[in-house]
């Protein structure tokens, strides 16, 4: 069989290559069993594990008032949203796997604390307010960069996007509705939403990740189609729509030096990426709970995982027997 | 080590007017675990009325580029009479025919029976060669295990998100003011 994932060194490759970025440039997706360069391989496992892993560490942070929801109805749409991620990692870790990356090394990597996640997840949920901010800014942050993924050239990573983008569209919208909902409540109500922005803004315009300028693996995953938009182009289209919703609201965006250039564009003041390097390195003010949490889920639900092994087994035997 | 529990390759389908489509796979230590897991995973919202689930190491692949440098071996002919005792095989054929944004792989598009997984593909080639096939799955038939098509089963796996209208983005449609009232002018929308 001839190798599927091809290595500078070898003799076809520049040959295989020019095959591959025409394909690309045609719109064609690349399946599992096509030829691919290592590098783009690498590239996506890199992406997609890392991907899932936000998903499933997501569920954290806003897990964490499942039980201290205000109402019933508030209840039910946290637990499906919390599902969902659940939800989304799953898919990830799929399209993951498509690349030969085994699911159990993927969960390895992150319960060791070797792999990474995004930083976002890495700050804590203070009030109720949170909830529905995070569903607005850091879900609307992440709508932005999954529809771009969406239209990637690897096939399961496009087709994990454009489910996982359906989704989010309900967890953008609850949580858009929750603080427009306290913007016009109370001012005790009022100040919980304005505190809860101060606090996210930030973070999640950081989720794209830094500049264009300093972003090396950029070129590369935009000609082979993995990236379909550069990580400021993204940055720009998420405080384009969410700056001015949030100023209608008559709340206010923790950044003074936010403007609207000539062209319509809202520009932002400086991003501070010591904050963001510091969370990414291992230094956010939550990065150890959230290690934790995963770990006690992971040995909590060890009984569950030797029960249905144990059951398997047996109904193997039954057939056997039979 | 590698301990995990095998994987296997889920089926949907939304309606029954729809054939059942790969969305993606679910790791399980048994049919049934995996046709509940399944469940969980890719039927949080109403659109299922059924699912199948196979072990992926018992799915035969090709991509339309494998096929093209890589033809498979001329399938073994079945030789023996059938008097002697040859039966043939029952295979599930699924295709994809698109690079359409889409968020499910290949579809089923019908059976052949067949000597081997190889002459299988041969087949489906010929019955179901009416559009391009970009890629091919071939399952063996008695490797699928199938949810219950029973009304009640159906109704108590699938029916229970219908009503949950709040899963749904529609539910929150009218508040705030609309995005497209803060659109620039950007490139035409590509999401459709
Ligand atoms: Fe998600
Ligand atoms: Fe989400």
Redesign the pocket.
Same mark, same amino acid.
């Given at each position: 069989m001839p190798a599927k994932y091809g290595l500078p060194s070898d003799p076809d490759y520049s040959l295989r290559l020019a095959e591959f970025e025409a394909r690309i440039g045609r719109g064609e997706k690349i399946e599992p069993g096509d030829w691919m360069p290592e590098e783009y391989r690498r590239q996506l496992i890199r992406m997609i594990s890392q991907h899932a892993h936000s998903e499933v560490v997501g569920m954290l942070p806003e897990g964490a008032w499942i039980n201290r929801a205000p109402t019933l109805k508030r209840k039910m749409i946290l637990i499906a949203?919390v599902q969902? *991620?659940a939800g @989304?990692g799953q898919y990830l870790y799929h399209a993951a796997e498509t690349l030969g990356v085994s699911r159990e090394a993927m969960l390895e990597a992150l319960l060791s604390g070797k792999a990474k996640y995004s930083s976002i997840f890495n700050y804590p949920t203070l009030t109720w307010a949170d909830i529905g901010t995070i569903g607005w800014l850091v879900?609307g942050a992440?709508i932005k960069n999954q529809t771009m993924l969406a239209a990637g050239s690897y096939g399961p990573y496009s087709r994990a996007m454009v489910r996982i983008c359906a989704e *989010?569209a309900f @967890?953008h919208k609850q949580g858009k509705e929750m603080v427009l909902f306290y913007a016009r409540g109370s001012e005790k109500q009022r100040q919980m939403a304005q505190d809860a922005i101060n606090r996210w803004w930030w973070p999640a315009l950081m989720m794209m990740g830094p500049h264009d300028a300093d972003s090396p693996n950029s070129e590369v995953l935009t000609r082979w189609g993995i990236k379909t938009k550069s990580n400021d182009t993204v940055r720009q289209e998420f405080i384009n729509e969410h700056a001015p919703e949030i100023l209608d609201a008559g709340l206010q965006v923790p950044d003074p030096d936010l403007h609207q250039d000539d062209k319509g564009n809202w520009v932002h003041g400086p991003i501070n990426w010591d904050e963001f390097w510091q969370v990414v390195g291992g230094n956010g003010p939550m990065n150890k709970e959230r290690l934790e949490a995963r770990r006690k889920a992971h040995d909590e639900g060890a009984w569950v995982r030797s029960a249905l092994e144990t059951y398997a087994a047996k109904l193997q035997k039954a057939t056997v027997a039979v | 080590m590698d301990t995990q529990w095998p994987r296997w390759e889920v089926f949907k389908q939304d309606t029954p007017a729809k054939p059942h489509q790969a969305v993606g796979s679910v790791h399980a230590a048994d049919p049934q675990h995996a046709l509940l897991t399944a469940r969980n995973i890719f039927a949080r919202r109403p659109q299922a009325i059924s699912m199948w689930v196979v072990r992926a190491e018992d799915i035969f692949s090709w991509t339309k580029e494998e096929l093209a440098e890589n033809p498979p071996p001329e399938a073994a002919k079945q030789t023996e009479p059938l008097a002697y005792g040859f039966q043939p095989l029952t295979f599930c054929v699924f295709r994809k025919t698109s690079h359409k944004r889409s968020m499910t792989f290949v579809d089923y598009v019908g059976e052949v029976s067949a000597s081997s997984p190889e002459d299988a593909l041969k087949q489906a080639q010929q019955q179901f060669g009416d559009v391009e096939a970009l890629a091919w799955w071939i399952v063996p038939t008695d490797r699928l295990a199938k949810s219950d098509p029973g009304s009640e089963t159906v109704e108590s796996w699938f029916a229970p998100a219908t009503d949950k209208t709040y899963k749904q983005q529609q539910y929150y449609a009218t508040i705030g003011s609309h995005v497209s009232k803060h659109k620039l002018g950007r490139e035409t929308d590509d999401e459709e």
């Open positions: 949203k969902d *991620e @989304h879900d992440a *989010e @967890h | -």
